[in-house]
């Protein structure tokens, strides 16, 4: 698929009114009228959402005598799938190592005598479980730390343009 006709399928998903006329479309085939019946706006506004998701490549009209059903199409849709698909890949592996890393980091705490995992470690598997969407591992054993986070302090460098 294109860059630009991928450009074109995600403007058109990006309206929460076209979504959910493509979620609705994914049951069967509907009439400009069926799928205006749950949306507060008027029939030609729907027809522009139908407009902009027609050319997007997203539905198709089809011939009923006198009906013209919309129906979905899965080509645009599965090519978007594949697109992102490579980046969900990308950031798993950069998971998988930044879990082993995190791992590493424990052990050599625990080898250290520390009972705690450090502010780091924490606020790390913290953000990890926030973009994945579910708990970290071992999330009984990151219970909140009331240290403080400490800026690294930076000496200043003589002999830079420095004049004292």
Known sequence: MSPNHLDVTFAALADPTRRAILARLASGEASVTELAEPFAMSQPAISKHLKVLERAGLISRGHDAQRRPRRLEAKPLAAATQWLENYRQFWEGRFQRLDALLDELKT?????????????????????????????????????IKAPLKAPVKAPVKGRGDRS
């Open 108 to 144: 050599l705490e625990e080898k250290s005598g520390r009972t705690k995992p450090s502010v780091h470690l924490a606020a790390t598997r913290s953000t990890q479980s926030r973009i994945r969407g579910s708990r970290p591992r071992n999330a009984g054993s990151l219970a909140p």
